[in-house]
């Protein structure tokens, strides 16, 4: 581990997984000493980071105990952390320290599904009709309130984990089971732990936006791919410097209302809306980075760090977030075609087109990969293309199956 080289330090809650957030780590270190504060010993990390404390990072208690213990012998200038997980806790931290951050109680308003729609509708955003249920036959009486289609989704998730379409009365009970089936570290369990919204029609966005001092700035519009419908695992993202989204007055006023309602002031988020006839409708905030790679797309496309921003007002400083290149950055998420036992991922560079970024294997050889409803993303590799247009990325990335290779074996029935 390195030394702090004079850098403002910061306090990292949690490192995630290497493979998706590695380009984070290395972002951020060149510009602040990190301290890492998670239970396992710092492994991987340590190039990027100064320090550790191996700690319970799930309980605000301990790792409050902990931020002490690090503030009294070094100048904290604040507290970073991206994981879905954790951004609780960490809010905790920084409000504990007096450092720059949203309250607990906006980010568990933005962690929970529920409470974000109750909020919302106060402020008159435009959002799906959305009730949250405890059993079966409340979700089938919320789906005659709201009639068909509907869409069933864990309250706390994130990422379309267990998010699957009704269509159908018979649809509903295995939309519930997958709703309520789902799961995440660090996520809380609700009582009511599925949302049953009404379903809406149009292409899906993400926002990553930075808010300091209460103004907010949209840094990355990503489109996004579907598949596996019923489900809604996403396998793509396309991410464009001349976005018209990036100015679109509607979608402004709806990151601008949305985050007011939940007293979110301070940081990056991660807005979901999709795109109906009538203008964007709502669907999530999220109070952290976006994932699958979107803030080093958003990089890639157009010059602006979004996880340097991110660290940048975590310390109280003003982001920057004027672009500086106008080119089209989109990735492809490979799934197997069934349920499989991995026996290698190989990536095959002499296959890349001048449009081909990176590509990458996303699991290891014994992994064992399941389709919706048995498993989510699972994937076994993601390839980026950079281009000058959208279309560009996405043609280059019509190779991505002849890129990389996969070789597997029909994985075993899971245990009942």
């Not at 607990?104 to 249920?133: H, W, Y």
């Amino acid at each position: 581990m390195g030394t702090d080289g004079g850098k403002p330090l910061l306090l990292l809650i949690g490192s995630s997984a290497r493979r998706s957030r590695e380009f984070i780590l290395r972002t951020v270190s060149a510009r602040y000493a990190l301290w890492l504060l998670q239970p396992a010993p710092v492994t991987w990390e340590e190039p990027y980071v100064v320090g550790g404390t191996q700690v319970d990072n799930t309980d605000p208690g301990l790792l409050v105990e902990a931020a002490r213990e690090v503030a009294a012998e070094r100048e904290v200038a604040g507290v970073f952390c991206y994981d879905e997980g954790l951004v609780t806790p960490a809010a905790h931290v920084a409000q504990a320290l007096g450092l720059p951050g949203n309250s607990p109680e906006t980010v568990i308003a933005c962690r929970d599904k529920n409470a974000t729609r109750i909020a919302l509708e106060r402020a008159s955003v435009d959002q799906p009709a959305s009730i949250a249920v405890c059993s079966l036959d409340e979700a089938h009486e919320a789906v005659r309130k709201l009639g068909f289609p509907v869409v069933l989704k864990p309250r706390g998730l994130a990422g379309s984990m267990g998010v699957r379409r009704a269509d159908r009365v018979e649809d509903v009970t295995g939309a519930y089971l997958a709703a309520s089936g789902a799961s995440y570290p660090g996520v809380p369990v609700f009582e009511a732990s599925v949302l049953v919204e009404e379903y809406v029609e149009g292409p899906e966005i993400s926002v990553d936006a930075v808010f300091f001092e209460g103004k907010g700035t949209a840094l990355a519009v990503a489109r996004k791919h579907v598949g596996f419908a019923p489900f809604f695992e996403e396998t793509g993202h396309d991410v464009d410097a001349a976005d018209p989204l990036l100015t679109d007055p509607a979608v402004l006023e709806a990151l601008r209302a949305s985050h007011a309602a939940l007293g979110f002031h301070t940081g990056v988020s991660h807005t979901e809306f999709r795109l109906t006839a009538t203008g964007p409708r709502l669907m999530e905030v999220n109070a952290r980075l976006g994932g699958d790679m979107i803030p080093y797309l958003g990089e890639l496309a157009t010059g602006v760090d979004v996880a340097l921003a991110a660290a940048d007002v975590a310390a109280g400083r003003r982001p920057r977030t004027g672009q500086t290149r106008r080119r089209a950055a989109a990735i492809a998420f490979l799934y197997p075609e069934r349920d499989v036992e991995i026996e290698a991922v190989t990536v095959h560079e002499d296959r890349f087109t001048p449009e081909i970024h990176s590509a990458d294997a996303m699991a290891d050889p014994g992994a064992v990969l399941r389709l919706p409803p048995r498993g989510y993303i699972s994937r076994y590799a993601r390839v980026i293309a950079l281009a000058d247009t959208v279309a560009q990325a996405r043609a280059a990335l019509g190779q991505a199956t002849h890129i990389v290779e996969l070789t597997h074996r029909p994985a075993e029935e899971p245990a009942r």
